[in-house]
């Protein structure tokens, strides 16, 4: 098993929570911030190992840099029928990066490769960049958009303080056939909007917390084909651990949570949400 305390975050590790009673992916992980450690290291081996034994058997391990996306590129090459990757620029990334021509071209590369499924996380974030800077951060959005059409590979958005923008931009350019809003943020009329519009809606541990009422309503109207479940850990971790450090392990707790706000049979959304997951990213094998 992992060690199940993290010194570079110096946070413990959230308890693992009952197995799930049918496997479930995981649709948007960070191992190598849960690790601080290269692809074939046995911490990362470990943290994948424990993931399955309480039922979360697959994941998507996601980019947001490009030596990140060179790493998940990596992982998804070391485990297959395990794990699949997803790469991309930050919408935080962008605009900062010392060259940002070159960086497109090692994601463009990497997104080419057969276990590459994903273009992501790419999106709009207005919390931490600036006005003068949203532009760029735009501009990168809608060359990932662009590449994931090209590639026909799904678009993973990241949206923080940004969902009118997001929508547009997506309504501009076309959104590619698998668009997902991972860590979905909004609220029950941008639920309506996404599934209106064929978007996937991926819910996290933050749809357990207390003050997120909007989200656990806007999880009720997700039909099963637009669903899916994520840690984005080793952040959010779920409630009762809130604050605590988040690993694919976790997402029992969040899909028991989804199954109990949608009064749904806990085994037959498993089903449901780990036949979605290949639908949206493909076969792990």
Known sequence: MAD?????IDREFAPLPEPLPVPVADAHAHL???TNDTPDSDSVRSIIEEAKSVGVDRLVQVGYSAEQSEWCAALAELYPGRVLAAVALHPNEAPV???????????????HMPRVRAIG????????TPPELRGVQQES????IELAKKTNKALVIHDRDSHEDVLSVLLEVGAPEKTVFHCFSGDVEMAKTGIERGYILSFAGTMTFKNAPALREAVKLVPHSQLLVETDSPFLAP???RGMQNTP?????????MAAERGEDLAELCESLSKNTE???GSFA
């Open 4 to 8: 199940r305390h993290n010194r570079d």
């Open 32 to 34: 190598e911030i849960v």
């Open 97 to 111: 990066v010392k060259d940002l021509a070159a960086d497109m071209a090692i994601i463009e590369r990497l997104a």
């Open 121 to 128: 996380e790419t999106g709009l974030d207005y919390f931490r």
């Open 141 to 144: 959005f809608k060359w990932h």
């Open 239 to 241: 409630t009762p651990h």
């Open 249 to 257: 392990a976790q997402i029992p707790t969040i899909v028991r949570a």
């Open 279 to 281: 639908r949206v990213f």
